[in-house]
T-cell receptor, first 113, second 113 residues
Framework: DGGITQSPKYLFRKEGQNVTLSCEQN?????MYWYRQDPGQGLRLIYY???????QKGDIAEGYSVSREKKESFPLTVTSAQKNPTAFYLC????????????FGDGTRLSIL | QKEVEQDPGPLSVPEGAIVSLNCTYS??????FMWYRQYSRKGPELLMY????GNKEDGRFTAQVDKSSKYISLFIRDSQPSDSATYLC?????????????FGQGTILTVHP
């Protein structure tokens, strides 16, 4: 079955540590997205990528970095510069022109130790 | 003012009730409208996707879009306990917006047996 796989489901970060969240899709979608979800809030866009080797900042990119070396993969690194990283992180993929709706993975919950 | 405002709820209804979930938006460039359902600790699941004013029906779900009033709704008929979840509206301008979605903050729905 086609879908989006995020790993790990739960992740803990120590002070000063960078952590990387994995996102893989087998839907053959061009575009991939990373969102952050905080309690009582909608999803906020961190980074997005329309094609391999290209990506753009979303609304809350500070303290995060991404790469897009393969069409299927879009890992997100939460750096030590992100001072409030505790949140639910969601990866999505879709058609880059928005002509098809985005599909989401089941998320990674990141907490601070 | 946020681009997308969603009735915050929470909403609690008895089984079999008709549920109405609503969002308003301010950006007239939005062309594509989605409703997602999100269960606890899971990623959002696409329920409805539409790009024109009017009604779209799928089983017990009806999505309504009124572009002139910048208002969208999701109606759930014969609600079931399994419908208990957070419902998110989302919209996109398409085209050069590269499929970026803007979300409402979500409405928590509980359907009591």
């Amino acid at each position: 079955d086609g879908g989006i796989t995020q790993s790990p489901k739960y992740l803990f970060r120590k002070e000063g540590q960078n952590v990387t969240l994995s996102c893989e899709q087998n839907l053959n979608h061009d575009a991939m997205y990373w969102y952050r979800q905080d309690p009582g809030q909608g999803l906020r866009l961190i980074y997005y990528s329309q094609i391999v080797n290209d990506f753009q900042k979303g609304d809350i990119a500070e303290g995060y970095s991404v790469s897009r070396e393969k069409k299927e993969s879009f890992p997100l690194t939460v750096t030590s510069a992100q001072k409030n990283p505790t949140a639910f992180y969601l990866c999505a993929s879709g058609n880059y022109r928005g002509l098809q709706p985005q599909h989401f993975g089941d998320g990674t919950r990141l907490s601070i130790l | 003012q946020k681009e997308v405002e969603q009735d915050p709820g929470p909403l609690s209804v008895p089984e079999g009730a008709i549920v109405s979930l609503n969002c308003t938006y301010s950006n007239s460039a939005f062309q594509y409208f989605m409703w997602y359902r999100q269960y606890s600790r899971k990623g959002p699941e696409l329920l409805m996707y539409t790009y024109s004013s009017g009604n779209k029906e799928d089983g017990r779900f009806t999505a309504q879009v009124d572009k002139s009033s910048k208002y969208i709704s999701l109606f759930i008929r014969d609600s079931q306990p399994s419908d208990s979840a957070t419902y998110l509206c989302a919209m996109s301008a398409g085209g050069t917006s590269y499929g970026k979605l803007t979300f409402g903050q979500g409405t928590i729905l509980t359907v009591h047996p």
